[in-house]
């Protein structure tokens, strides 16, 4: 028990601490999936992972044995998915970091250049600036991936929270340490090992536990654009939240014009009608048996995501779950108020979903679909497993849950870009 909780600990510590990352969702997340796919038949089922951002719930999908097709547009979200998701062989090797950290006659790059001393010290911006030379140069693609994963988790772990900012990093640089906030001036301190030999090794092992046997896909494209040539079992939707104050663009900005050379546009979904787009989304998705959907609370109900759903003949099951987003900078109310809504829709005139129900009929459970269960998430993640869950109704009414029984048919071929199996 100890060492597969070990194992799972291992397979976070891969991914960057990403904001909305779904970490200690999972388990919640692929719950809901067992109810209407049975666990015992994810084998060589696809998962599409619709926004894939910092790769949790593809890797869990992939651990599980899921067959994973990932899509996101930004360049943050490919990397992770090339190294990780994408890759079931290549990892870092000690060669690897030393090459990363040798004497080099390169002049100042554009990180050292352009964020230094303002965004990180000269060190860490010359590692960085470093890394992607080598990654450029690199002919395997997820050897580049992997060390370009490196660089972004330095310049994550570089500043409190993994909020990349400018501003009081050059005071550690000019030794003025009585002017940090002394919460994070630990945070500050622990950045100039970050370019050492030893540092850089243990984050190449912590990358390296997220390598492992599976199939995996990365599709740098928009999911709308992707949707209609990708044959799924199970779409997962996780798009920017609507009515949020901070973007995922705006939060990570200096991340993305280090990486692709330029800040991105805001995506429409973080818009306050950013919720209208998902009529869009599920509409290019019909041909998907199995869809869910994460999205907070800030501008909708579970109410307006069911019909959204329903209207297009899925039935469905609701959760609100409270999460506290960064709760060591949250304010009362926020962590309070703040809700994650899961919404599961399936089509039970789906073929997949059909030879379920010839097999074993249908079956009724008698736990409420709509509860409520609570999470913390915060960027930086000692325990990423989820808490013993406490389900109790968020709702007088009691609504029905349909399952579906145990087993489902033999697996058939599909395209390169998954199949329903």
């Known amino acids: 028990m100890k060492a597969a909780s070990a194992r799972k600990l291992a397979i976070w510590g891969a991914l960057p601490p990403y904001l909305g990352g779904k970490r200690r969702l999972c388990p919640v997340i692929f719950r809901e999936i067992d109810r209407v796919l049975p666990r015992r038949h994810w084998r060589g089922l696809t998962l ?7 790769g949790s719930v593809s890797l869990y999908a992939k651990a599980q044995g899921f067959r994973v097709v990932s899509c996101d547009i930004a360049q943050r979200a490919i990397t992770v998915g090339e190294a990780l998701i994408a890759n079931s062989r290549v990892r870092l090797t000690r060669e690897d970091v030393l090459r990363l950290v040798a004497p080099s006659d390169m002049p100042p790059g554009r990180v050292e250049r352009e964020y230094s001393p303002s965004t990180f010290t000269q060190d860490q911006a010359r590692f960085i600036d470093r890394a992607l030379a080598v990654a450029q140069e ?8 992997l060390i370009r994963l490196l660089a972004v988790r330095v310049a994550l772990l570089a500043h409190p929270m993994s909020q990349v900012r400018a501003g009081t990093i050059h005071r550690i640089s000019s030794g003025d340490y ?22 850089l090794w243990e984050l190449a092992q912590q990358l390296n536990a997220g390598v492992f046997q599976g199939e995996g896909q990365v599709l740098r494209e928009s999911v709308l654009d992707a949707l209609p040539g990708i044959q799924a079992a199970v779409a997962y939707f996780d798009p920017p939240y609507p009515g949020l104050v901070m973007s995922y663009e705006k939060e990570y900005r200096v991340i993305d014009e280090i990486l692709e050379g330029k800040s991105r546009p805001t995506s429409p979904f973080t818009a306050m009608d950013g919720a209208s787009h998902l009529d869009g989304l599920f509409e290019r998705a019909l041909h998907i048996p199995v869809w869910l959907l994460s999205l907070g609370n800030v501008v909708t109900t579970l109410d307006e995501l069911e019909a959204k759903m329903t209207r297009l003949g899925r039935q469905t099951r609701a959760i609100a779950i409270r999460y506290q987003h960064l709760p060591a900078v949250a304010t009362q109310e926020k962590k309070r108020e703040n809700r994650e809504f899961l919404v599961v829709g399936w089509d039970p005139e789906a073929p997949l979903l059909k030879r379920l129900v010839e097999r074993h009929g249908v079956l009724t459970r008698d736990d409420h679909p709509w509860a409520v269960t609570e999470v913390e998430e915060d960027a930086h993640l000692g325990r990423p497993e989820l808490p013993a869950l406490e389900t109790r109704m968020a709702h007088g009414d009691e609504r029905a849950e349909t399952s579906f029984g145990e087993e489902i048919a033999s697996p058939g071929a599909g395209d390169r870009r998954g199949s329903v199996r």
């Open 178 to 199: 009585e002017s940090v906030t002394e919460s994070c001036l630990h945070c500050y301190v622990n950045g100039l090992r970050l370019t050492r030999s030893k540092k």
């Open 138 to 145: 690199n002919g395997d693609k997820a050897k580049a991936a």
């Open 48 to 54: 599409l992972d619709g926004f894939l951002g910092g």
